[in-house]
């Protein structure tokens, strides 16, 4: 088994569409180890996303995380940084698979209603960033 992480965006809470997106999370095999509802801080957004701070997108990436709630969660089966990625679909929505979440509920490149690890060494990262041990299950 291998976990990955993943954040319900703020565009997608905001939506009413975690519910949705938590069902085909699950419909696609994972099983949710940790899961909570939060709001990032502009420190907590402006570190998570620290490896993005010489992009251009930076600072519009630290406001739109902070703009309201998230949810955030860790996914575990087998190969599950790369299942979540082809569930999330490609970055740009316009460029996703039908029935990718982000195809589904998507606004834009940058409003792109999830996130996820891209790698191990990644997700060794951001799990303990939001969920210490003991609150994984």
Do not use: C
Not at 26 to 47: C, D, H, P, V, Y
Not at 82 to 102: F, H, K, L, S, Y
Request: aromatic share 8%; charged share 20%.
């Amino acid at each position: 088994m291998q976990r990955t992480f993943g954040i319900i965006k703020p565009d997608a809470v905001a939506a009413g569409h975690t519910g949705a997106i938590l069902a085909i999370i699950e419909k696609a095999g994972f099983r949710i180890a940790g899961l909570k509802m939060t709001r990032l801080s502009r420190a907590q957004a402006e570190a998570f996303y620290e490896v993005h701070k010489a992009r251009p997108f930076y600072a519009s990436l630290v406001n739109f995380m902070t703009e309201g709630p998230v949810v955030v969660m860790v996914l575990e089966r087998e190969n599950a940084i790369q299942q979540w990625r082809d569930t999330m679909g490609a970055t740009n929505p316009a460029n996703a698979a039908e029935g990718t979440i982000r195809k589904l509920f998507a606004q834009s490149i940058e409003r792109n209603a999830v996130h996820g690890s891209d790698a191990p060494e990644t997700a060794a990262v951001e799990i303990p960033f939001f969920f210490p041990g003991a609150e994984l299950l």
